[in-house]
């Protein structure tokens, strides 16, 4: 008796959890204007701004040394705002891809897998331009790194995310 009703204990708290990650689960699909907007609200001129070498290289031949560190710390706190708002969206982007990963459309799952594949590249690489930023902010006399590869990898999320835009379109007008 009491195995048994173990048992249907055990049954009843899995289905549960099933039930609370399935409804988790619907909640999180992100639709694609919605993802689109998070990319655009970004200010990326701004950011590219704030992480450009040339401009590090004129700030630091105009100023002192002392009030250089204070700007470069301050320009790496406000690049790390931004930094995170990359790899939120990354995460939205992550999630709209896996949802159109699972169309029946091939051309549609095939942009899917794409953006969910350069999604996971933009969160890496976010998660490598904050180590970064925290040391230039830590260490401001040390010489910054480009994040070259961050921004080339948004600018690849971007491009996906308004392709498979097109591809919607271009689907809803043939249905």
Do not use: C, W
Request: no cysteine.
């Amino acid at each position: 008796m009491t195995a048994t009703f173990v048992f249907i204990l055990l049954a009843l708290i899995l289905l549960a959890v099933f039930a609370v990650l399935a409804a988790r689960r619907g909640k999180d699909q992100t639709d694609l204007d919605h993802a689109l907007a998070q990319l655009r609200s970004l200010d990326i001129v701004a950011f590219r701004n704030l992480v450009d070498p040339l401009e590090e290289d004129f700030l630091r031949s105009r100023l002192p040394a002392h009030e250089f560190k204070k700007i470069k710390r301050e320009r790496a706190e406000a690049a790390l705002a931004y930094v995170r708002a990359l790899s939120h969206a990354s995460l939205q982007f992550a999630r709209f891809g896996d949802v159109a990963q699972r169309s029946p459309d091939p051309a549609i799952a095939a942009s899917g897998k794409q953006i969910a594949n350069s999604a996971v590249n933009l969160r890496l690489q976010a998660l490598n331009a904050t180590v970064r930023l925290r040391l230039t902010a830590a260490f401001p006399a040390l010489p910054a790194r480009p994040l070259r590869p961050l921004l080339e990898q948004y600018d690849r999320a971007q491009y996906l995310m308004l392709k498979h835009s097109g591809l919607m379109r271009a689907e809803s007008r043939a249905s």
